[in-house]
């Protein structure tokens, strides 16, 4: 629940929830590492810090089309508005198939991990 409250406190929404993300991709391969030594551990710290500067760019431009929707007197301040909702609309394009990787790869992860307690009878080994 800790979590949750990390993505709506303004200025702990600003890096909180990429530490969480980060967070989640390590532990999961140290879990793995603890059955299988020979596990090789991928650093995921550029994929989800990618991730998280499209999303904190993409969220400043969707605010400032909010603060500036009801403000369109003249043609060019509605173009302006287009141009950046058009702006805000292509970041999420790769933001959002960064979240697909990132997810993808956290999920072969898990898959690991559960599959290595299995081997080990069902036996979680302690972090």
Known sequence: ??????????????????????????????SIKKYDPSYSIKYGGILIGIWWTLFIISNFVGRYILKTAFKQDTIEQMISSTE???LADFLQIPE?????????QLSKMEKKLSEQIQMNGG???QI
């Open 1 to 30: 629940s800790t979590a949750v409250w990390c993505w709506i406190i303004p200025f702990v929404s600003l890096f909180k929830p990429a530490q969480i993300m980060s967070q989640i991709w390590r532990e999961t391969q140290t």
């Open 84 to 86: 950046a909702t058009i």
């Open 96 to 104: 959002a198939l960064l979240v697909v990787a990132i997810v993808f």
């Open 123 to 125: 036996k979680v080994v």
